[in-house]
């Protein structure tokens, strides 16, 4: 392996320069090559200061995460007893943070004595992501050097700041000049120090004053958060370790970090979000298939269907700086479609969130027709059309003599065969599925469905596509609802029964939101609307026919007019936006119960969960059996960012990890025994449950 530090020492100055892409990670060859060139640059009578940077684009990304729960973590030197050593080092140290300095790498710079920064320089420590803290000294020195609510800020959120931010608060000492060249302005920058003498400075030297934070300040900061960080244990223990950094010596505080960082390392919110973060690494690497790949150029797009999900993509693709057009059938669908996108911007424009030329730039990237030829000339194209697979065929049919060649054919349908879509054209290898998610502007999760017949540079371009759309794209191989929306089935189906059996939806909701859910399962049906579940429903009778109860008060609100939000009553009433419970729903329920002959009980919070939670996980395990996801870390990215499991379990499959294989299998078993028919029609555990409860072993490998 080459040296992952360069060094050379230069009239006075010695430069100790990382040089390991792509971003100079701290893992222990890093570690041990600066402590070799700071101990040789103390050593040399010729050098009076250090300058510590980067021959990458970025300072530095942090701490190695592939050592996490590895022994190369703590080998010698670790970072926690290195960056002290930097920090006590006789002669001054000075980082020059070129670009990025995150976690680590940020940490890195506030242990040395002066810091100058590149304009376009991004600092941060987002250990909170992964379910930590700063654990080489950052929850001390940055309150030192910043202030409390600085660095509380910074901590507890985990996003980045800008040089110019940096050196308000005083976490910079000088930031070059928009022109400057960086090497030579930090290079003067260290002459300068060097000629004036300056001294060294550290941290143990700072004292945060008590009197400085007002009484409360660190409870009303806590409570200000509480909401956004339920069930995360890292900002908590972000905020303990900088209250030990008021009025406390430097060394204990460090103590009561290094004390929180380890305990953290040691919760499954860590591992579960550890394990996501791994998971959206590795989810375009597909089995069997060249990453080196050509990938298609995608630069123009059309999109047919300007409706709830052709607006949103349009949008998508137009905020990624991609020109669209977008197809509609008549003028007026069409003016609809388009109405929906200004209304969209002017929105973001008046909150603030957006300017009204990047709101006219962005718009102008979209244009719509009603002329299908527009289509001959685009690299891709998206259909999001009506969910019916005989207008999908037939529009299919027609691209295929309108699409260039080489173009890559997408639909966006949510239930329907891929292979029959792609079976309409003569080219099935340029056909993909591209499944957002809605809004499609907003949700982060993009389903790429591979076909029978789609090629690996279709597939390869779509999983780049989704990058570029600062997506988290996922593949899944084609059947009913692919990945996600088929274990939204039997989630979903035991919700309902849980009605019939005697549960409340008020009381079904609450169980999963306190699980972590963000939105409870009947609330979720009202948004996207009754009438779409039922539509799902139909003409898949022979799946179901052996449970007369299955879709029962989804079919019977349907029936009623009650289709959510959109007709101010389903599962719930609404006023607005407010929801209230319906007694009436209630008693349909009791209705069709009695009618079924299912006795109605007193229902627990723990049962919910687990009917809810065991069978979609005993789904994704089926999903995995058939090779539909390649890994359990898809299906978890595809839960986390598409349908609101909570983050911190890390996935369906990571919680079923976590919980163990055997409770999921014992849990299946039970309500397979009690539930009596309805039992052993739906809780047959997967074969691949099973054995992974015999053998102890894991979904994620
Ligand atoms: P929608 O009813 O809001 O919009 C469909 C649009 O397609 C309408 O504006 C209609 O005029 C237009 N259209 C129909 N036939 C056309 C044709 N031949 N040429 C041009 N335009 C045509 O539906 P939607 O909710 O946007 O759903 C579109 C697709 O996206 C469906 O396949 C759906 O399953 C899928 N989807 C929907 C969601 C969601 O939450 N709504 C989420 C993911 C995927």
Redesign the pocket.
């Known amino acids: 392996m080459s040296d992952p530090i360069q060094y050379r020492v230069e009239d006075g100055l010695a430069f100790l320069t990382m040089d390991a892409p792509p971003v100079n990670s701290l893992g222990q060859a890093m570690r041990a090559a600066l402590l070799d060139g700071l101990q040789q640059a103390e050593a040399d009578d010729n050098v009076d200061a250090i300058v510590l940077g980067s021959s990458q684009r970025v300072f530095c990304g942090g701490a190695d995460i592939s050592e996490f729960g590895s022994p190369r973590f703590l080998a010698e030197p670790d970072l926690f007893g290195l960056l002290n050593t930097i920090e006590a080092a006789s002669k001054p140290v000075i980082a020059a943070i070129n670009g990025f300095a995150l976690g680590g790498g940020l940490e890195l710079a506030l242990a040395c004595d002066y810091r100058f920064a590149a304009p376009t320089a991004r600092l941060g420590l987002p250990e909170v992501n992964l379910g930590l803290i700063p654990g080489a000294g950052g929850t001390q020195r940055l309150p030192r050097l910043a202030s409390v609510p600085k660095a509380l800020d910074m901590i507890t959120s985990g996003k980045p700041i800008d040089a110019a931010d940096a050196l308000a608060h005083g976490i910079v000492d000088a930031v070059a000049g928009p022109d400057e060249d960086f090497a030579a302005a930090v290079t003067a920058y260290a002459r300068t120090l060097s000629s004036e003498d300056a001294p060294v400075r550290s941290c143990n030297d700072i004292d945060i004053d008590p009197a400085t934070v007002p009484d409360g300040f660190f409870d009303d900061f806590r409570a200000g958060i509480a909401r956004k960080t339920q069930g995360y244990p890292a900002p908590e223990a972000a905020i303990q370790a900088i209250e030990a950094a008021v009025g406390q010596p430097f060394a204990e505080g460090l103590a009561r970090e290094q004390a929180l960082f380890f305990e953290l390392g040691e919760t499954p919110q860590a591992r579960a979000l550890q394990h996501l973060f791994f998971a959206e690494r590795g989810s375009r690497k597909i089995p069997g298939l060249d990453p080196k790949t050509a990938r298609r150029d995608i630069n123009t797009v059309g999109i047919?269907?300007?409706?709830?999900?052709?607006a949103g993509i349009a949008m998508c693709f137009a905020n990624a700086g991609i020109p669209v057009t977008l197809?509609?059938?008549?003028d007026q669908?069409l003016e609809?479609?388009l109405g929906r996108i200004r209304a969209d911007y002017d929105g973001r424009v008046e909150r603030g969130r957006l300017d009204a030329d990047q709101r006219d730039r962005t718009v102008a990237l979209i244009e719509g027709t009603t002329d299908f030829q527009a289509l001959s000339h685009v690299d891709l194209v998206i259909e999001?059309?009506?969910?019916d697979l005989a207008?999908?065929i037939e529009?299919f049919e027609k691209l295929d003599g309108v699409a260039r060649t080489g173009a890559i054919l997408a639909?966006?349908?949510?239930?329907?065969d891929v292979d029959r879509i792609a079976a309409a054209t003569n080219r099935p290898r340029d056909v993909v599925g591209l499944?957002?998610?809605?809004p499609a502007n907003i949700m982060r999760l993009l389903e790429v469905v591979r076909g029978a017949h789609t090629a690996d540079d279709v597939l390869l371009t779509a999983l780049d596509l989704g990058i570029r759309l600062k997506k988290v794209p996922v593949v899944s191989g084609v059947c009913h609802g692919f990945i996600g929306n088929r274990m939204l089935e039997p989630y979903s189906r035991e919700a309902a029964r849980l009605l019939l059996e005697g549960a409340t939806p008020a009381q079904v909701d609450a169980a999963l939101t306190s699980f972590g859910f963000a939105m409870g399962i009947f609330a979720v049906m009202d948004l996207?609307g009754i009438d779409?579940f039922w539509m799902a429903r139909q003409g898949r009778q022979d799946t179901f026919a052996d449970d007369p109860g299955y879709g029962a008060i989804g079919d019977a609100l349907y029936e009623l007019g009650r289709y959510g939000q959109k007709t101010g009553r389903g599962f719930y009433r609404y006023e607005g936006r407010d929801r209230s419970e319906d007694p009436e729903v209630v008693e349909l329920a009791a209705k069709i119960a009695g009618k079924l002959g299912i006795e109605q009980r007193e229902i627990s919070e723990q049962e919910i969960i687990e009917r809810c939670v065991y069978p979609l996980i005993d789904e994704g395990a089926r999903i995995l059996e058939e090779g539909i996801a390649y890994r359990s870390g898809d299906i978890d990215l595809v839960w986390v960012n598409g349908y609101g499991f909570p983050a911190w379990r890390g996935g369906p499959m990571q919680y079923a990890d976590e919980i163990g294989a055997r409770t999921v299998l014992d849990g299946m078993r039970k309500y397979r025994d009690s539930l009596g028919d309805y039992g052993q029609r739906w809780f047959q555990p997967s074969a691949l449950l099973q054995e992974l409860a015999t053998d102890g072993g894991r979904f994620s490998r």
Do not use: C, P, W
Request: no cysteine; aromatic share 12%.
């Open positions: 047919v269907g300007a409706g709830t999900m052709g197809v509609e059938i008549s669908a609809r479609g999001a059309v009506f969910e207008i999908k529009l639909t966006n349908t949510s239930y329907q499944h957002f998610f809605s996207a779409v």
